[in-house]
């Protein structure tokens, strides 16, 4: 079956502009988190929504945004870009939130702000 | 609050020897915890995962870990590596009741022909 999507998978914006990650989890999936990767941070937990519903937040600003839709595809947001916010971008979906569910990552989207 | 310490972050080991690559935890609630690996350009993919029961786990491409619950660590080994193996590798962690993971800082183990 089709793993995690990511699109774009590469993405070059401008400070101050704002930019859409789109994320399609693996079908019968109802739970999808995002997590940044920089080589300064290393890898931090963003948010992570269930079944159109935010579960759970990491320490961002609120420039981050996100939501999910009814068909568990999830979009994240990020407004008036910094140059830190360079970094790949990594979505994580799974069936839901027992323990035994394996997180299944995409390959990520690689913004780069200048 | 939980974090994870990678004490290495480059390994460098040359074809067919064995590897262990580090890594501890701290937590104030019960964890589960799980080695992820990292080619380039590529997402996490799993490599093993503890969540209860015996505190040696098997996982795929050969590897295995060994959950240590007085030592706060779960170390990963291989006995023989390849140069397929060369990659990055983060230990998370994940509290119980919640699905976000917390990573190590990752380690780059580079295999030499």
């Known amino acids: 079956k089709a793993g995690v999507t990511q699109t774009p998978r590469y993405l070059i914006k401008t400070r101050g502009q704002q930019v859409t990650l789109s994320c399609s989890p693996i079908?019968?999936?109802?739970?999808v988190s995002w997590y940044q990767q920089t080589p300064g941070q290393g890898l931090q937990f963003l948010f992570e929504y269930f079944s159109e519903t935010q579960r759970n937040k990491g320490n961002f600003p609120g420039r981050f945004s996100g939501r999910q839709f009814s068909n568990s595809r999830s979009e994240m947001n990020v407004s008036t870009l910094e140059l830190g916010d360079s970094a790949l971008y990594l979505c994580?979906?799974?069936?839901?939130?027992?323990?035994?569910?394996?997180?299944?990552f995409g390959p990520g989207t690689r913004l780069t702000v200048t | 609050a939980q974090s994870v310490t990678q004490l290495d972050s480059q390994v460098p080991v040359f074809e067919e020897a064995p590897v262990e690559l580090r890594c501890n935890y701290s937590?104030?609630?019960?964890?589960?915890l799980f080695w992820y690996v990292q080619y380039p350009n590529q997402g996490l993919q799993l490599l093993l995962k503890?969540?209860?029961?015996?505190?040696l786990v098997k996982g795929i491409n050969g590897f295995e870990a060994e959950f240590n619950k007085s030592q706060t660590s779960f170390h990963l080994r291989k006995p023989s590596v390849h140069i397929s193996d060369t990659a990055e590798y983060f230990c998370a962690v994940r509290r119980t009741g919640a699905n976000n993971l917390f990573f190590g800082t990752g380690t780059r183990l580079t295999v030499i022909p």
């Open positions: 937590s104030s609630v019960s964890v589960y």
């Open positions: 503890y969540l209860s029961g015996s505190t």
């Open positions: 994580a979906s799974s069936k839901g939130q027992a323990t035994s569910y394996e997180q299944y």
């Open positions: 079908s019968g999936h109802r739970s």
